[in-house]
């Protein structure tokens, strides 16, 4: 049995693989979700939110997630205190 394969899907790369591990792999992988509406404006807003509070120096710099809460805490409680 032969198997043709165009010169150009070559060059963009190939992969095979048995069926069996194909749908394992489809079955693992993450859904894309698009979002419409007002949860898509919603999610906007919060984006550009963040994103102006990283521009304005506002943002946490860590190199890991507890360390990030940490000074997220640290932070609240002195806002709290000068109030």
Known sequence: ???KIPRKTIRDG?????????HELRAQAVPTY???????????RLVE???QE????KTIKASSLKEA???????QKYQRRIQ
């Open 34 to 44: 698009y979002l419409t509406g007002k949860k898509a404006e919603a999610l906007d």
């Open 54 to 57: 990283h521009r304005e120096g």
């Open 14 to 22: 190939v992969v095979i693989l048995p069926l069996k591990e194909y």
């Open 1 to 3: 049995m032969m198997i």
């Open 69 to 75: 809460l940490q000074i997220y805490e640290r932070r």
């Open 49 to 51: 939110k963040g994103l």
